[in-house]
């Protein structure tokens, strides 16, 4: 098996890990698909941020996010969910394939 960043995830939150993993494999191959796995892994961090601290977890990604902001988490954080978010809805919407967005949306996964 090849080596991932997100290794550190596996055994602790296998979800993660495998939305992840499936980012890093589709990239370069497929950047679109690498977003929408990068919008999922986002979608699925502030879930189980949410679920940690016994928040309602409204329908809404962004108002979950907003919410989140609200406790005063980390803006780095809040800030990279916002951008999984809205790279993830571009390529799900609009067949955003842009490489160089792929590869940075990695790093900030």
């Known amino acids: 098996m090849q080596y991932s960043s997100f290794a550190f995830l596996k055994g602790t939150n296998d979800i993660l890990f495998a939305l992840a993993s499936a980012a890093e494999r589709n990239y370069p191959g497929d950047p679109n698909t690498t977003l929408i796995r990068l919008r999922m892994f986002g979608e699925a961090c502030a879930h189980d941020i949410a679920t940690r601290l016994n928040l309602e977890i409204p329908d809404k990604q962004v108002d979950l996010i907003r919410s989140l902001a609200q406790l005063r988490l980390d803006s780095t954080a809040i800030q990279a969910l916002h951008q999984l978010r809205k790279h ?17 949306m990695l790093r900030i996964g």
């Open 88 to 104: 993830g809805n571009e390529a799900v919407h609009a067949m955003h394939d842009d490489l160089n967005d792929a590869e940075m």
